[in-house]
């Protein structure tokens, strides 16, 4: 065989594939590893926090809440930045989900 | 990116990833079609890593070449005996010559194989290439002459 009849041979483009189903099959997979994840990043940090609580000095816990609710609830700056950090939160899920749409 | 996006992309590239996915698993449709599957979902999932500095193909079949390192550190490669290589004869003179070329390709490596591919068959320089591959230059191009030779020396009637 000479160098160019190999060359011919191997430079030929490989035969096309039909689909038949393949891209459909991914797509179905995507989502679902998709779902997956989304449901794995909402519930890991609950789960972690579960599995961390018995470990968590409730006492002490208790007593700082009662200490400081009466203070925060009579402090204006305490309100506006809990306000601020509730009005962050919604607009980041909102602009996540405008993303998501585009 | 939207799913009808990413399908769209995915029918588009398909043939090329698991045409390259087959060559490399010496013609195991099957292999190679779970191997594409997982090579699309990896992009999907690093989708956003895609610096754009080669084609969207040649990224693809940078992750299609590394699922198959993968599986390939999970099953050895088996060597070929000789009744593979005597099996199926076709009497049409070009499509007996397109046999022998993947049976002469199986006995390739691995490395060889993917380098001819990618420089031969899907006309990638030999840079691109080793981006691909994640091989220095020099190896890429040794890996193409070798697999010639060896070619024109299984191909020799």
Same mark, same amino acid.
């Given at each position: 065989?000479?160098?160019?009849?190999?060359?011919?041979?191997?430079?030929?483009?490989?035969?096309?594939?039909?689909?038949?189903?393949?891209?459909?099959?991914?797509?179905?997979?995507?989502?679902?590893?998709?779902?997956?994840?989304?449901?794995?990043?909402?519930?890991?940090?609950?789960?972690?926090?579960?599995?961390?609580?018995?470990?968590?000095?409730?006492?002490?816990?208790?007593?700082?809440?009662?200490?400081?609710?009466?203070?925060?609830?009579?402090?204006?700056?305490?309100?506006?930045?809990?306000?601020?950090?509730?009005?962050?939160?919604?607009?980041?899920?909102?602009?996540?989900?405008?993303?998501?749409?585009? | 990116?939207?799913? &009808?996006?990413?399908?769209?992309?995915?029918?588009?590239?398909?043939?090329?990833?698991?045409?390259?996915?087959?060559?490399?698993?010496?013609?195991?449709?099957?292999? #190679?079609?779970?191997?594409?599957?997982?090579?699309?979902?990896?992009?999907?999932?690093?989708?956003?890593?895609?610096?754009?500095?080669?084609?969207?193909?040649? %990224?693809?079949?940078?992750?299609? %070449?590394?699922?198959?390192?993968?599986?390939?550190?999970?099953?050895?490669?088996?060597?070929? &005996?000789?009744?593979? &290589? $005597?099996?199926?004869?076709?009497?049409?003179?070009?499509?007996?010559?397109?046999?022998?070329?993947?049976?002469?390709? #199986?006995?390739?490596?691995?490395?060889?194989? $993917?380098?001819?591919?990618?420089?031969?068959?899907?006309?990638?320089?030999?840079?691109?290439?080793? &981006?691909?591959?994640?091989?220095?230059?020099?190896?890429?191009?040794?890996?193409?002459?070798?697999?010639?030779?060896?070619?024109?020396?299984?191909?020799?009637?």
């Amino acid at each position: 065989m000479t160098d160019d009849e190999l060359d011919t041979l191997l430079c030929a483009p490989l035969e096309e594939l039909a689909d038949d189903g393949f891209s459909v099959k991914v797509a179905a997979r995507t989502e679902r590893a998709a779902w997956w994840r989304e449901r794995f990043a909402l519930f890991a940090p609950v789960a972690a926090a579960a599995a961390l609580a018995p470990f968590l000095p409730g006492e002490e816990l208790t007593r700082a809440a009662l200490r400081l609710s009466p203070e925060l609830a009579n402090s204006g700056a305490a309100a506006f930045g809990i306000g601020v950090l509730v009005l962050t939160l919604a607009l980041e899920k909102r602009f996540r989900e405008a993303q998501s749409a585009l | 990116m939207s799913a &009808d996006a990413f399908t769209r992309l995915v029918r588009e590239h398909q043939s090329k990833v698991r045409g390259f996915l087959r060559r490399l698993t010496r013609g195991d449709a099957a292999l #190679a079609d779970d191997l594409a599957q997982e090579t699309f979902l990896e992009a999907h999932r690093k989708l956003a890593q895609f610096r754009g500095d080669g084609s969207f193909a040649s %990224w693809l079949c940078g992750i299609a %070449w590394s699922r198959f390192l993968m599986e390939r550190r999970k099953r050895r490669e088996e060597p070929l &005996d000789q009744a593979d &290589d $005597a099996a199926s004869q076709d009497p049409r003179p070009g499509l007996q010559a397109k046999l022998d070329l993947e049976r002469a390709m #199986a006995r390739l490596s691995a490395e060889e194989r $993917a380098a001819l591919t990618l420089c031969c068959a899907f006309g990638h320089s030999h840079g691109e290439a080793a &981006d691909i591959l994640r091989l220095p230059l020099g190896t890429v191009k040794s890996h193409v002459l070798r697999g010639r030779e060896k070619l024109k020396a299984m191909l020799e009637p």
